[in-house]
């Protein structure tokens, strides 16, 4: 077999790599589990049925075929999910009678979408996402719950600054409506593009595509550019003049958010409430959620969701949610290309332990079973080189310590860093707690690039 | 939408259920790592051409195409990986000059085979696999570690007894080539149906397709049923008089394998050599293992490996290894589906803070936070029923505490099994350790079951 190449599209990680995104995982996981959300996973496929309801992207689905079908087999009807909320959706439905609503849950699981790779979009990536579903209706505290809790994980998170952009749909319609707007998704659609067209380009848009008086149009703008890390954007909403009870109760409702979310504001990790933000998905009916990286701001939104008023319906009941999903590949790909994001080694073990001599394997094998039984990583030499040519093995991999054990029973552990070696006692000695599991090193991006 | 039906050899669990998966999954995970073993996850899909190699099982992939893939788009050529080994393989070789070796992995992921679903066999499943790879030769000793890893894992898992069974590829093939044998794989796929077939079927087998005569097929007989929990067989086959300078390395390897493995014995877990286990994968070339669950031995082996002598190979340079497969969606099913495994729970929350009125939500979000920060997984009642409801909230949940705050900030803890009420302060009550996350219940099988 000739050396093969990477697949475009899909990345692999290299163990130290692969030890950062564990730590991430464990750090959404424990986050998710302190707040009582319970872990789902779902089968990697869904009937096509299920997920073409969402026709916009029903080009990116990967179609299961079995390679030796027989004819008799019609086609499977059956491929990979392209996201973990129709799974979701799917899953309260087909298990409605034995899950318990409000059903809070998370789910950490790769995804797959057929769409051409490039930076921040893959073909197989891992989302974490966490979702509240109630039957008919859900409570509005939700909304600033689930924002507290992708807060708080991203707090222990060794990322860039994460900064998060809340909005309301209630209020942003409520706006639209109290000024008259016919076509609001017009209107949505065009303030979407604020970022990437002049303020003429979208003004000539929203006197065109929606219809709107120059009058409409300046306040608009004027709403769209309203953004406050505090309650104060309430004031400048009201200073508008626009009325509408849609308006008021989205309004209160974003200012919970930015309460709610205010004492988790850090270097690390900001809440704002910018009006210009809408989410392109229809289905969002109250808080929306996007939330970009420093420095890596073409990245788009790395944890984006929003309040939905009905994830699925099963004749007479509509399961209503809220949620937020964080693109866990998206966020982490871009800082191991870079170099940014890195273990203090690639390998779990602490400590090696030398062999002198093959005939004295079993020896270090117990020591092995001695400091591992105390909860230290501990391997044993592959085989009694040199001691010169062992030490050179713990190098390699970022081990720390080197167990040395003479004829006499005396145990010596060196410090293969700083050289240093001291007499231990395998059933007392104790690594640093630094040591004791690899460690996250985050270089911070040049201040000249973080914006 | 109608209500959706499960899919058939697809499993899903309930949150419950997904509580213990994840508890074997942390278990085997963190033995992995106590000895070194480092991470990998592979992308879900290989080339088929990598797949294909491996020519006996090519009708069980499942190839991938895009929904929309245009005329231009030739067929993608790529599907499921069915195995973890393949993808170590091609994993190995692609960062051959970024890996480290003698290279320890352990990877935890789902796999994929278009096969006919029933118990035990699935077209999803999740397998946890352990390897150690080695550039042009790989030390035995390895061959020891891999199975005392595992059960080392088994020891903290809560499953019926686990009885692994080892025997060794050289050594069958030193006995044959001793006796005389010259068509080997027709004397072992003879051998390997010594469980189906009585001994007059197997000794015309043995006559017919491995032409052997009758002293030949009584010492092939006599040492197919020899087995031994410690090294005590290897005088049984000496006393058989079959010479051949393989047939005592293969021996030495297998009484060093059962000896390593000795002290992890327990009622929980046996190791046996076993000389009837052949695995009928051709490239293992030196200890084979295979594993049986008490009970539900119709499962076949839920834990299975081998050292092969070529994982892979890049021109000049081979990539011997050991491995072991342990099938966790194979081993778990059966139980939840007898309800013989289970968690305490089907949340992670061990406490529910009351709301007494949602002015006060604010007020019972505080409390949840100071229970958080100490390590104690908490949510806050969904509404302010009255607490009786509240309570039956909990109940219905498993969640043991519920807790309530007065207006004079007096705080009382409620056990809702015991009914027991007390005063306690947020910043200091601790729950009994065994409530704090959920715990497994395993219910043995009846005696009568088990065989």
């Known amino acids: 077999m000739s050396r093969p190449t990477p697949m475009s599209g899909f990345p692999e990680w290299l163990p130290s790599e692969r030890i950062v995104e564990q730590r991430v995982v464990d750090r959404l996981r424990q986050t998710f589990e302190s707040w009582g959300y319970a872990s789902v996973e779902t089968r990697a496929v869904e009937s096509l049925d299920q997920m073409l309801r969402k026709g916009e992207i029903d080009k990116e689905v990967y179609v299961l075929r079995r390679l030796h079908a027989d004819a008799s087999d019609a086609d499977s009807g059956i491929g990979l999910h392209f996201d973990l909320t129709v799974p979701l959706a799917r899953y309260v439905l087909e298990n409605s009678g034995k899950l318990t609503f409000p059903f809070k849950r998370y789910q950490i699981q790769k995804v797959w979408r057929g769409e051409r790779p490039q930076e921040g979009r893959y073909?197989?990536?891992?989302?974490?996402?966490?979702?509240?579903?109630?039957?008919?209706?859900?409570?509005?505290?939700?909304?600033?719950?689930?924002?507290?809790?992708?807060?708080?994980?991203?707090?222990?998170?060794?990322?860039?600054?994460?900064?998060?952009?809340?909005?309301?749909?209630?209020?942003?319609?409520?706006?639209?409506?109290?000024?008259?707007?016919?076509?609001?998704?017009?209107?949505?659609?065009?303030?979407?593009?604020?970022?990437?067209?002049?303020?003429?380009?979208?003004?000539?848009?929203?006197?065109?595509?929606?219809?709107?008086?120059?009058?409409?149009?300046?306040?608009?703008?004027?709403?769209?550019?309203?953004?406050?890390?505090?309650?104060?954007?309430?004031?400048?909403?009201?200073?508008?003049?626009?009325?509408?009870?849609?308006?008021?109760?989205?309004?209160?409702?974003?200012?919970?958010?930015?309460?709610?979310?205010?004492?988790?504001?850090?270097?690390?990790?900001?809440?704002?409430?910018?009006?210009?933000?809408?989410?392109?998905?229809?289905?969002?009916?109250?808080?929306?959620?996007?939330?970009?990286?420093?420095?890596?701001?073409?990245?788009?939104?790395?944890?984006?969701?929003?309040?939905?008023?009905?994830?699925?319906?099963?004749?007479?009941?509509?399961?209503?949610?809220?949620?937020?999903?964080?693109?866990?590949?998206?966020?982490?790909?871009?800082?191991?290309?870079?170099?940014?994001?890195?273990a203090s080694r690639s390998v779990p073990t602490c400590v090696l332990i030398a062999v002198s001599d093959e005939s004295a394997r079993a020896h270090s094998d117990l020591i092995g079973r001695t400091l591992r039984s105390r909860g230290i990583p501990t391997e044993v030499s592959p085989s009694a080189a040199k001691?010169?040519?062992?030490?050179?093995?713990?190098?390699?991999?970022?081990?720390?310590?080197?167990?040395?054990?003479?004829?006499?029973?005396?145990?010596?552990?060196?410090?293969?860093?700083?050289?240093?070696?001291?007499?231990a006692d395998p059933s007392s000695w104790t690594p640093p707690s630094i040591d004791l599991h690899p460690t996250i090193e985050a270089t911070p991006l040049e201040k000249e690039n973080t914006s």
């Open 387 to 423: 001691f010169g040519k062992q030490i050179k093995y713990a190098d390699r991999r970022g081990i720390p310590f080197v167990w040395f054990t003479g004829e006499d029973g005396h145990h010596e552990v060196k410090d293969i860093r700083s050289g240093e070696q001291v007499a």
């Open 123 to 342: 073909r197989e990536f891992l989302q974490a996402d966490i979702d509240v579903i109630d039957v008919d209706s859900l409570s509005f505290h939700y909304e600033v719950e689930v924002a507290q809790i992708m807060s708080e994980a991203f707090a222990g998170l060794p990322l860039p600054p994460l900064r998060m952009q809340v909005n309301n749909r209630r209020l942003i319609e409520g706006f639209y409506n109290g000024l008259g707007v016919t076509d609001v998704p017009a209107v949505m659609r065009s303030v979407d593009k604020m970022d990437k067209l002049p303020e003429s380009a979208i003004r000539e848009l929203l006197a065109k595509d929606a219809s709107l008086d120059d009058r409409q149009i300046d306040l608009v703008l004027a709403f769209a550019a309203i953004s406050s890390h505090d309650g104060s954007f309430a004031d400048r909403v009201t200073a508008l003049g626009v009325k509408d009870p849609l308006l008021d109760q989205g309004l209160d409702e974003l200012v919970r958010v930015i309460e709610g979310t205010y004492p988790l504001r850090s270097e690390q990790f900001s809440v704002t409430a910018d009006l210009r933000i809408a989410r392109g998905l229809d289905y969002y009916t109250g808080t929306v959620y996007e939330t970009r990286m420093a420095g890596f701001e073409q990245l788009g939104s790395v944890c984006s969701g929003g309040r939905y008023d009905a994830l699925a319906t099963d004749g007479p009941t509509t399961y209503p949610g809220v949620g937020i999903s964080f693109g866990v590949s998206r966020t982490l790909a871009p800082l191991f290309a870079r170099g940014l994001l890195k």
